[in-house]
């Protein structure tokens, strides 16, 4: 095999598509099956879709939602608008993820499905990698793609350091109808410890994610208890929380989300969107970095299959590349999420912010791209 990418979310769809048509043999590890959920804000920058259209992924096919506002509020439900500037569209992952896949399916990429990788070695004699599968299977590859998401136990085989601390962060989504919620507007309201985006996907249906903390589900008990103590301080969120269908009985729950800086190669293997690095969900656009990621992996990987440059090099290119489009808006993320959650300087920040547009508009363009 040309090239394995270690999980199927979309930096790993996006990257097989592309390589797949450079043609090279791709092979994708995943853990699931097609189709499934995922937690996620669900909420892509525009500055994805000319990429997109050179993979002939066009994701008007799902009929997404248009999105072209932003709403903040603080956690007594003060307010502030904005226009995006380049704007963006809503899908579901469950939807997008099964579309690209069907896709890679169709263009020759080899998946194994339901199935996990336990351990990852480069070999220096072969200039190749031995992948170990979970079902005894061991496969080779020219180059390793680690596009398995935020954490996983090939983490700890990579002795990768983020993985040995605690990250007191948890991750809940729903999807929900909502009667009268404007499908054009993506909207963040902050609680104590915690933010929630709200904003349209396919057909009538809306994405509802929050980041919190372990320690606020620990004080309340339960989700819900939670929910109605904390989340409802806040008046939009009393209103969606009190006002919404849920589409399905239980939301997703995902626990031990670190934003602490990663590597975006380890051990010869070349990370990719967020195993490579967390943007905090405030700021909304790591659909659109994962995206962006597999492209920048796609292209140094062509390169040395191709022979144009050696391993040292593809390395040393992709990382320059990585640091060079995400490190500033990594950073810049992790400076933001810090002024919010406490609802003391959550409501100073988006008072200060309703009368300084220029610097909503300002840290938006620090924390999304440009069309690539």
Excluded at 110 to 121: E, I, K, S
Excluded at 277 to 297: E, K, R, S, V
Aim: charge should be positive; glycine fraction near 10%.
């Amino acid at each position: 095999m040309d090239i394995i990418l270690i999980g199927g979310g979309l930096a790993g769809l996006a990257a097989a598509l592309d390589l797949a048509g450079r043609g090279h043999r791709v092979a994708v590890v995943e853990r699931k099956r097609y189709p499934f959920h995922k937690v996620c804000g669900e909420y892509v920058s525009n500055e994805v879709l000319p990429y997109l259209h050179r993979l002939h992924a066009d994701p008007a096919a799902l009929a997404p939602a248009a999105i072209r506002k932003f709403m903040l509020t603080s956690p007594a439900g003060r307010s502030l608008t904005a226009t995006l500037d380049l704007g963006g569209f809503g899908v579901s992952r469950y939807s997008l993820d099964n579309f690209l896949y069907r896709l890679a399916e169709a263009r020759g990429v080899t998946f194994y499905l339901q199935n996990t990788v336990t351990d990852v070695a480069y070999d220096t004699t072969t200039d190749q990698h031995r992948v170990a599968l979970a079902d005894g299977r061991e496969l080779t590859s020219r180059v390793v793609l680690g596009t398995y998401g935020k954490r996983a136990n090939l983490d700890r085989q990579l002795q990768r350091s983020f993985f040995t601390q605690r990250s007191p962060y948890l991750g809940v989504k729903y999807h929900l109808r909502l009667p009268g919620f404007p499908r054009d507007l993506i909207a963040l309201h902050n609680f104590a410890d915690g933010y929630a985006g709200i904003s349209a996907i396919e057909e009538d249906k809306l994405c509802f994610c929050y980041l919190t903390s372990r320690q606020n589900l620990k004080r309340h008990g339960t989700i819900a208890a939670m929910e109605q103590a904390v989340l409802a301080q806040n008046p939009h969120l009393r209103e969606i929380l009190g006002s919404a269908e849920m589409l399905y009985p239980q939301p997703e729950v995902i626990n031990e989300i670190s934003f602490a800086p990663k590597q975006p190669v380890e051990q010869h293997v070349l990370m990719c969107g967020d195993a490579a690095g967390l943007i905090t969900p405030l700021c909304g656009n790591g659909m659109a970095m994962a995206l962006h990621g597999a492209a920048l992996a796609a292209g140094a990987a062509h390169d040395f299959l191709s022979k144009k440059t050696t391993r040292a090099a593809m390395e040393t290119a992709y990382s320059r590349a990585w640091h060079a489009q995400f490190g500033a808006r990594l950073r810049v993320g992790r400076a933001v999420q810090r002024l919010f959650g406490g609802p003391v300087l959550s409501e100073v920040v988006v008072g200060g912010l309703r009368h300084w547009p220029g610097a909503v508009q300002a840290l938006m363009r620090r924390t999304h791209g440009q069309e690539f």
